[in-house]
């Protein structure tokens, strides 16, 4: 059975038990990233409420800008399997001190925002730490043929992460033992991680270039920041250099304008759907379970769509065409939630939202992607995936907050307001999508004849 399932994945035997101890690792990682994600947001809403929670996303994402920016500066300095078990560790000893504080009587908000940024550190980092050491055992044409058989084990993970964080709190209530030792699980997870890391097959290669590769040479203001080591800086120039190299491109720079729509709108549903869910599910002792629901339906819908849709609509539509389902999708969503308020609305929009941009617009925007030239390649990825839709988060809570702060006790006249202002942001992003469309084959032509030397 073993040979079986090695040639059916195009597995070498010398392969083959690297690839199950890296799945392995990224299995464990999921579990232990969804277990978070449904323990620590549907506390936090529980326990402290909906608006809240929008200050808390405000500052994780100002913290994931920080911590982007400090990727370069610290990367490239520790050796690759230092790196991840340094990862492992630091995770572990989080979760261990956030049990031990909710053991203590602290004060419920302290308690859960700490819990959901690590969540949101341990959603950014740990990824990227894995799939660096990653390549770093595997050369890079065969990590081609290896990395989707590795990647498809993060989907298993998320899919038992989600079970049992949604479905053991009700036996853990039977038995009497608190559902906070869901975090005392994730501990576990991590020193299985640590473990696996000591496995003899893991060795990294002596270089971190292939062969048939050469290294892209730091710019003059990477080098500069990295002297410099302070995130300021590196924030600033991760900006500027993705700004300038967005803007020399029509077709780029409509996208920037679309993400940034998108984003925006991204904060605001997501506020939407929380606080419609907590409004109707908070009192009865079950948002534990809705929550966790929602997430267990959102990973196996966007699985299936991913699995078998994606790829169809896009060599049917055509890469250019397939863009505007995003906008399209939050626009009917939208109008959907003004015209009939309530939970299942704000179920509906956040389910179209969340399938459409982790899905069909992700794989859409990753291929674009493709055709840019491979030494912008990077930086304007980070720029429009990353920075913006940061950006773009970020000023959608903080318009939602301020409407809400405003409005005061007329809470029906504010939703009606932030989600107008959503439904006019996909308006934009929409018509940044046609303008986009219209530059989109000289801009492709472009890049093919700078990519054969022309």
């Not at 909906?50 to 920016?69: G, H, T």
């Not at 990294?204 to 990477?222: A, C, K, L, N």
């Not at 939602?400 to 009606?416: A, K």
Request: proline residues 3%.
């Amino acid at each position: 059975m073993g040979y079986r399932i090695i040639q059916l994945h195009r597995l070498h035997k010398a392969e083959s038990r690297k690839t199950f101890t890296l799945g392995l690792i990224l299995l464990c990682n999921s579990f232990a990233l969804q277990n978070s994600f449904v323990t620590s947001v549907s506390g936090f809403l529980s326990n402290i409420g909906a608006s809240q929670f929008l200050i808390i996303s405000v500052v994780s994402y100002f913290l994931m800008l920080i911590i982007m920016s400090l990727q370069a500066l610290i990367v490239d300095r520790f050796n690759r399997m230092t790196l991840i078990k340094g990862t492992a560790y630091s995770f572990a000893l989080a979760f261990v001190l956030i049990r031990l504080i909710f053991l203590t009587q602290l004060p419920n908000w302290l308690k859960y925002s700490v819990f959901c940024l690590t969540t949101e550190i341990q959603w950014l980092i740990f990824p990227l730490v894995f799939w660096i050491f990653a390549n770093s055992i595997f050369a890079p044409s065969d990590s081609k043929r290896i990395f989707p058989t590795i990647g498809a084990w993060s989907i298993a993970g998320s899919l038992i992460g989600i079970g049992i964080s949604t479905f053991l709190p009700a036996i853990l209530r039977e038995i009497q033992v608190s559902s906070h030792e869901l975090i005392t699980v994730n501990i576990i997870v991590y020193a299985v991680i640590l473990i696996c890391l000591e496995s003899k097959h893991l060795r990294p290669r002596d270089t971190f270039v292939g062969d048939d590769e050469s290294p892209i040479e730091p710019t003059f203001q990477e080098l500069n920041c990295r002297e410099k080591g302070t995130a300021i800086i590196a924030l600033r120039e991760m900006f500027s250099g993705g700004w300038h190299q967005v803007q020399k491109v029509p077709a780029l720079r409509y996208l920037m304008y679309s993400i940034f729509a998108v984003s925006f709108c991204d904060a605001i549903i997501e506020f939407h759907f929380l606080s419609t869910s907590i409004s109707t599910y908070g009192k009865t002792g079950e948002y534990h379970f809705v929550y966790g629901l929602y997430r267990l339906t959102l990973a196996v819908l966007g699985f299936t769509i991913q699995a078998f849709l994606s790829s169809k609509l896009i060599q049917k539509l055509g890469l250019k065409n397939t863009f505007l389902i995003m906008p399209l999708g939050i626009l009917l969503s939208l109008l959907g939630m003004i015209a009939i308020p309530g939970f299942a609305s704000g179920l509906g929009g956040i389910l179209v939202f969340r399938l459409c941009w982790d899905t069909i617009d992700e794989s859409t925007r990753k291929s674009f992607h493709g055709f840019v030239p491979n030494k912008h390649r990077g930086r304007i990825s980070l720029f429009l995936d990353g920075n913006l839709f940061c950006l773009g988060n970020i000023a959608g809570f903080v318009v939602t907050g301020l409407i809400i702060l405003l409005g005061g006790s007329t809470m029906e006249s504010s939703f009606y307001i932030y989600l107008s202002l959503a439904a006019i942001a996909s308006f934009i992003s929409l018509w940044a999508i046609m303008r986009m469309r219209a530059a989109y084959d000289r801009t492709i032509l472009n890049w093919q004849l700078q990519q054969s030397g022309y």
